[in-house]
């Protein structure tokens, strides 16, 4: 499966974005997708995923109430709608895929394959 990340931006803090990731192959029901980010010298961090059959969605403290994932199984793509971004979102942004995630979502060791990652970055 390969992974199209995009939708990062600059933008100003309070700002939205909405990043996009298409699958080059239809998710299985049972499989995981999620966002993740990467700052400058931090770990890769868990941000949202989503159960593709059942659409059951975890978030991060860091972005609840604040964003959004949800999927298109047409285009068998995911989507992050961030709103009210602020300066500390600013990272590297990649999508991932797991067939057998289970309830290690925010594990990076439990996705099979990623995204190339887009760049967001919030100016105060």
């Known amino acids: 499966v390969q992974l199209q990340a995009s939708g990062g931006g600059l933008v100003q803090a309070g700002d939205s974005l909405r990043l996009s990731c298409s699958a080059s192959a239809r998710p299985y029901s049972s499989s995981y997708m999620g966002w993740f980010r990467q700052a400058p010298g931090n770990e890769r961090e868990f941000v949202a995923g989503i159960r593709w059959g059942s659409r059951i969605t975890h978030y991060d403290h860091s972005v609840k109430g604040r964003s959004t994932i949800s999927r298109d199984s047409a285009e068998s793509t995911v989507y992050l709608q961030m709103n009210s971004l602020q300066p500390e979102d600013t990272a590297v942004y990649y999508c991932?895929?797991?067939?057998?995630?289970?309830?290690?979502?925010?594990?990076?060791?439990?996705?099979?394959?990623w995204g190339q990652g887009t760049q967001v970055t919030v100016s105060s």
């Open positions: 991932a895929y797991g067939a057998s995630v289970s309830n290690f979502y925010t594990r990076p060791g439990a996705y099979n394959y």
